[in-house]
């Protein structure tokens, strides 16, 4: 039996998309893995085609162990979600993954005109760290051990997360 997402999408959330859509893509990622970096495109693409039919929600799920900037960049991805920026910054965190360090992180935030040295305040009191937490908390929750890990209206996808697996889940899904 597949998983299920145990923590329902809720207002902490981080979604793109209408609530109303009838189909909820919900991805467990961390900004410096690899395959995620990979999945980030082709997600964009499958949100593009699907427009108003599907809400896409993005929870942190940092691998510190095996990504050392993946835990300062969830924090600054929700120090840019207080400044209602987290779009934005979790594209320039994706844009930039093969040069994460917090040097860099603290030049995105610039680049988008945000207060680098507010950024660099919330590190060291570790303001975000608790929300990102939670979300990391709600993934084990619901069975995730790795990135990305996607699931379709609340059941965890575990066919593959190239665009046309997605796409023919989320299909599968409307129909």
Request: hydrophobic share 45%; proline share 7%; net charge negative.
């Amino acid at each position: 039996m597949p998983a299920l997402l145990t923590v329902p999408v809720g207002p902490r959330d981080h979604v793109r998309g209408p609530a109303s859509a009838p189909v909820t893509l919900v991805e467990y990622g961390d900004f410096e893995c690899p395959q995620c970096g990979a999945a980030y495109p082709i997600v964009a693409r499958v949100v593009d085609t699907f427009g108003d039919r599907l809400r896409f929600v993005f929870r942190h799920f940092p691998l510190t162990n095996s990504h050392p900037n993946a835990q300062h960049a969830a924090e600054e991805a929700e120090w840019a979600a207080a400044q209602n920026a987290f779009w934005p910054m979790y594209d320039a965190l994706y844009g930039a993954q093969k040069s994460l360090s917090d040097r860099r992180m603290l030049q995105l935030a610039t680049e988008l005109g945000l207060p680098a040295a507010e950024l660099q305040g919330a590190w060291t009191a570790h303001t975000f760290i608790a929300r990102v937490k939670e979300d990391f908390a709600s993934g084990l929750k619901s069975g995730v051990t790795g990135t990305p890990s996607f699931f379709i209206n609340g059941v965890r996808h575990e066919a593959g997360w190239d665009e046309l697996a997605l796409a023919h889940a989320i299909e599968a899904e409307l129909k």
